[in-house]
């Protein structure tokens, strides 16, 4: 069964530091990796898919299917960049057993 | 409407009560899950319909939860005989079924089983 892990829990960087939220994955085929976002008192709502290839808010991520890795990536965090990110897999394009990872609270600290 | 609605917002009930939370998808779309997120945890897979179908009940975590969805429309899950532990936020999203595969997720109801 396709499992999504982020390793850390909690994460706080410096204003201006480069930051790196983890994800891995196993499944056997080939996925979609999405990362999702969850500002304070807001919906969750999709941040990046990998199919896409775009950077948005600054936030990039790379699927690396040799390390099974998804990882986001931007390299001068901001205060509003302060939210729970997740990091969800889907089986194939038709939604069947999308999964979520158990999500990064990112802390940008002043 | 513009995005997915969740209603109630804000759900309080005793323990053993039965609820009843409802959720309106995005016109359109063919795709509903259910998801339950506990205070300070992620989100866990409830369940996820395909059109009126549910093709994966897998995370509906006991007997006392179910689940439908007519119309392709309207879902609405049902917790029988409510318990503490099922105290937390239900979210629902939906998506269109192949293509996007993106999912849009309502504002949740958050429930507390005293």
């Known amino acids: 069964a396709q499992r999504v892990t982020q390793p850390e829990k909690l994460l706080s960087v410096f204003k201006g530091a480069p930051v790196e939220l983890k994800c891995n994955y196993s499944y056997s085929g080939s996925p979609e990796l999405f990362w999702y976002v969850q500002y304070s008192r807001q919906r969750l709502q999709l941040l990046l898919r990998h199919i896409s290839r775009e950077s948005i808010k600054g936030f990039t991520a790379d699927l690396n299917k040799g390390e099974t890795s998804f990882h986001l990536k931007k390299p001068f965090a901001q205060e509003e960049d302060s939210a729970m990110y997740y990091c969800?897999?889907?089986?194939?394009?038709?939604?069947?057993?999308?999964?979520f990872g158990p999500g990064t609270r990112l802390s940008v600290l002043p | 409407g513009a995005g997915v609605s969740q209603s109630p917002s804000n759900k309080v009930t005793e323990k053993g009560k039965d609820v009843e939370l409802r959720c309106d998808p995005i016109?359109?779309?063919?795709?509903l899950y259910w998801y339950r997120q506990r205070l300070g945890q992620g989100l866990e897979f409830l369940i996820y319909?395909?059109?009126?179908?549910?093709?994966?009940k897998s995370g509906l975590p006991s007997d006392r939860f179910s689940a439908e969805r007519t119309g392709e429309s309207v879902s609405t899950l049902t917790i029988q005989r409510t318990q503490q532990e099922d105290s937390a936020v239900y979210l629902c999203a939906s998506s269109t079924l192949g293509g996007e595969n993106i999912q849009y997720f309502g504002a949740g109801t958050r429930l507390s089983v005293l």
């Open positions: 016109s359109g779309h063919t795709a």
């Open positions: 319909f395909q059109g009126n179908s549910a093709p994966d």
């Open positions: 969800a897999l889907s089986r194939d394009n038709y939604g069947q057993n999308f999964v």
